[in-house]
Nanobody, 126 residues
Framework: VQLQASGGGLVQTGGSLRLSCLAS????????IGWFRQAPGKEREGVSC????????KYAESVKGRFTISRDNALNTVYLQMNSLKPEDTAVYFC????????????????????WGQGTQVTVSS
């Protein structure tokens, strides 16, 4: 089982990035993919999630209207399109997969996820 996050980089305030999370080796499938981020000195926080069974999505309040999560089943890839980036979006972004049922209230809770990728750095300059 492997989750490979990519697409991070350095961007100016107001810019955009698209992160990708490639999921491989899930012979039994997964129920949801979530994006999390962790800035230096801060706790990890849930950013967005997409659930397989109903394609429902959830966003942290801080990114609503700016970030969009989507998936391409044929490519086993989940994307996080990030627009109107702000310096406070600077963090290492991780994708995670759950093999359990994820209820709506847990979609941005890291405890609901079983597998984690290595992270990709996003830096937004002011």
């Amino acid at each position: 089982v492997q989750l490979q996050a990519s697409g991070g980089g350095l961007v100016q305030t107001g810019g955009s990035l698209r992160l990708s999370c490639l999921a491989s080796g899930f012979t039994s499938g997964y129920t949801a993919i979530g994006w999390f981020r962790q800035a230096p000195g801060k706790e990890r926080e849930g950013v967005s999630c997409i659930r397989n069974r109903d394609r429902s999505t959830k966003y942290a309040e801080s990114v609503k209207g700016r970030f969009t999560i989507s998936r391409d089943n044929a490519l086993n890839t989940v994307y996080l399109q990030m627009n109107s980036l702000k310096p406070e979006d600077t963090a290492v972004y991780f994708c995670a997969a759950s093999r359990r049922g994820v209820i709506s209230s847990s979609m941005l809770n890291s405890d609901a996820y079983d597998y984690w990728g290595q992270g990709t750095q996003v830096t937004v300059s002011s």
